[in-house]
């Protein structure tokens, strides 16, 4: 069934194998996911396709500078003739996936809301909370270059995102395909390959999955080494990073491990699996120093160098 999956978003990301496995990957994790790259790559329609596939309830949140908390999580209204009564409306947060397009133009305020649904699975208006609906998730997409009129996101929201995938531009084979395979660029259609009783086995699978205890250890030895303050830092992260990954890092490697060895067909998580997915679950957890920006060093260059220090097995 995940091979489907991974099979029907091919057809829409063209030559995107590395970002498409990434995504069934943290939709297995049962995490969400920021994508970031130049506009007209693909985010939107590979969200959007995703949704077809697994014939999930899909919402679409375009962030604007004038949105509001309430414009996402829903709000109470007045109703009734003969008695009037406040009702309270469903905001596009109460879908199963959400995309939240171009987060970062929307102000601080806003993005806020989002952290409660992203955590909690849940939303709380005027003191009353309310659950969101099973499964959920959130895929975020943001331009990396245009600055102007955009607000970074917190630290505290990036953590909340199992993966950070950078969505890299494509070359002339690839143009090539989609002039000659497509009508104004429109991807083929799909039927579902999913519903929602299948992908609740396949979060059961995933659970199963077993994480052996050298694979933990080594998960825990290279979040540690992220943080410059540790002996076991290695000089690029002592070097280029103020603060390192949080144990929410920790959590997001183990099941990112588990969905992957599932996808792969294995029953237990190995390094391969851990050192697949750091890549994606630490580089939005590193918060890099002044240096950094002088001598262009960026947080996906960092990770390699984490990946090369850190042994899958502890010396001596």
């Known amino acids: 069934m995940a091979s489907r999956l991974k099979s029907g978003l091919n057809q829409v990301m063209l030559d995107q194998e590395t970002v498409v496995e990434q995504v069934v990957t943290a939709v297995l994790a049962r995490g969400h996911v920021l994508l970031e790259g130049l506009p007209g790559l693909g985010k939107t329609e590979l969200c959007k396709a995703l949704a077809r596939l697994l014939a999930l309830p899909f919402r679409r949140i375009q962030f604007t500078p004038d949105l509001l908390p309430g414009d996402i999580t829903g709000t ?43 955590q909690e699975r849940s939303v709380t208006v005027l003191g009353q909370t309310r659950p969101l609906p099973d499964p959920f998730f959130v895929l975020a997409t943001q331009n990396p270059i245009e600055l102007e009129g955009t607000y970074p996101l917190p630290e505290a929201q990036l953590d909340r995102f199992l993966f950070r995938i950078l969505v890299p531009p494509v070359g002339a084979k690839t143009l090539r395909t989609l002039l000659t395979t497509r009508v104004r660029g429109a991807p083929p259609a799909q039927e579902p390959v999913l519903d929602a009783e299948g992908l609740s086995r396949l979060f059961a699978a995933v659970d199963r999955v077993h994480l052996p205890g ?82 262009k060093v960026t947080a996906p260059d960092v990770v390699r160098e984490l990946l090369k220090a850190t042994p899958e097995v502890p010396r001596g």
């Open 76 to 118: 109470y209204v007045l109703e009734g003739e003969s008695r009037r009564d406040f009702v309270f409306r469903e905001g596009p947060l109460f879908a199963s996936l959400v995309l939240a397009d171009e987060i970062n133009r929307s102000s601080p305020k806003t993005q806020s809301a989002l952290l409660e649904a992203m």
């Open 214 to 295: 050298p694979v933990a250890d080594f998960i825990g030895r290279l979040v540690e080494a992220s943080d410059p303050r540790q002996p076991s830092a290695p000089e690029p992260v002592r070097r280029f990073v103020r603060f390192g990954a949080s144990p929410r890092a920790a959590l997001a490697l183990a099941a990112a491990g588990r969905a992957r060895a599932l996808l792969e067909g294995r029953p237990n998580v190995g390094f391969d699996d851990v050192v697949a997915a750091a890549p994606a679950a630490l580089n939005h957890r590193l918060v890099l120093a002044y240096e950094a920006s002088l001598e």
